[in-house]
Each structure stands twice: as C-alpha cells, then as structure tokens.
C-alpha cells in the first residue's frame, strides 16, 4: 500500500489529525502553541501552569500529557482530534495508533537552548546535576531517535519548524503551518502572535 493511499486509509477511518506541538525544553513549543490560538485553532490545555517570567505568554501545558509513558488508557486523546496540544518530544512515542497526528515540531540551536535552560533553573534558585557538553550529547541522540520515529510512525506526520526563523517571518511560516496542517487558519493572528523581544537566549 503506497504512502499516499495508507494515509488517506488513515484519515477515513481516524478522522481529523490531533495537532502536536512538540520539541526539546525552550524551544518554542509555547510560541507555536499562542500562534495556533490566535489562528483560530482550538487550544487542549488545562491552565494549571500560569506565565511566568520564563514564558511570559503562558505555558499551554496539559498535566496529562506528563503521564503518557504510565497511561494504559490513552482514548482522552481522541477528544484532541482537529485540536492542538503540547507533547514533549521525549513522549511522543508514547503516542497511540489510533489517531492521527500532524507534528509541529520546533528545532532550536542547541546551545541557545541549554542557555534558557540554565537562566531558568537559576531563576528558581536550581543546579542542573549534567554538564553542558553531557547534554548536548543527550539532546543529539535524542533528535536523531525523533527523526526516525517520524520517518517509521505511519500515524505522525511532521513538519520541522526553526524557533529563529519563525521569529524572523511568522507570516512566512504561519502560511507554511496551514498549508501542512489544512486548516482554515488565521495567518496574520498568527503571525501578530509572534513576539521576537522574547528571543532573548542566542548562540
């Protein structure tokens, strides 16, 4: 069965795609997630975890989704169909075959992202107990599994999305998110949602 045909199978019989948001720690998955919002997307998120200092725009986080890994009864997920969520990368192969999803997946410099990281457990008066080099290690082999999990998983599609270029030309890259996702979404709501004075951790 080609590619083209075992997807079209999939969207008859599992509907419209659950919209992830995904992407290593600090890489603008909450960006992404305000940029849905305001293109007229409905948001899955329960508000438990408010703005802050660190994500001054919110958080839009599920408590759920932590769980993904210890779930047996995942179905809550299919109430997220034609809606978008925010799903760390390390879950997403938690996620199960009876959906579809589109992932938008957000890829920043990695040591931009350790930067973030660091200026955010120094906020909350944390130490992270790996070095910097340990992670990049980790962060790497961890993109590389992401990779190919997209490129096996029949149920996921992905686009990658750069967190500075999107910053640069939101308009330029909300068109591409709505082209990827085929939604009737807001293109210059998503673009305004976009807030370049919050890029403020660059390589």
């Known amino acids: 069965m080609s590619s ?37 997307l409905t948001i899955v998120s329960d508000g438990l975890r408010s703005a802050d200092e660190d994500n ?56 931009e992202v350790l930067a973030s990281q660091t200026k955010m457990l120094d906020r909350r008066g944390e130490d992270s107990e790996t070095s910097d080099e340990r992670m990049l290690d980790v962060y790497k082999n961890h993109l590389w599994r992401v990779g190919y999990l997209f490129k096996h998983s029949p149920h996921i599609e992905a686009l990658d999305l750069d967190y500075k270029a999107v910053l640069e030309s939101p308009r330029e890259y909300g068109e591409r998110i709505r082209g990827f996702l085929d939604f009737d979404l807001d293109v210059a709501g998503m673009a305004a949602a976009v807030d370049a004075r919050l890029y403020r951790n660059r390589a």
């Not at 001054?56 to 179905?75: A, C, I, N, Q, S």
């Not at 938008?104 to 040591?111: D, Q, S, T, V, Y």
């Open 4 to 40: 083209y045909v075992h997807r079209f199978y999939r969207r008859a019989r599992y509907g419209r795609p659950v919209v992830v948001v995904s992407g290593l720690p600090r890489s603008g998955t909450s960006m992404a997630m305000k940029m849905l919002e305001a293109g007229g």
């Open 56 to 111: 001054p725009k919110g958080y839009y986080e599920d408590e759920r989704v932590k769980d993904l890994h210890r779930m047996d009864d995942k179905t809550w997920l299919r109430d997220a169909r034609g809606k978008a969520i925010k799903i760390i990368s390390w879950l997403l192969k938690e996620l199960p075959g009876d959906n579809n999803y589109k992932v938008l997946f957000m890829r920043r410099h990695l040591e």
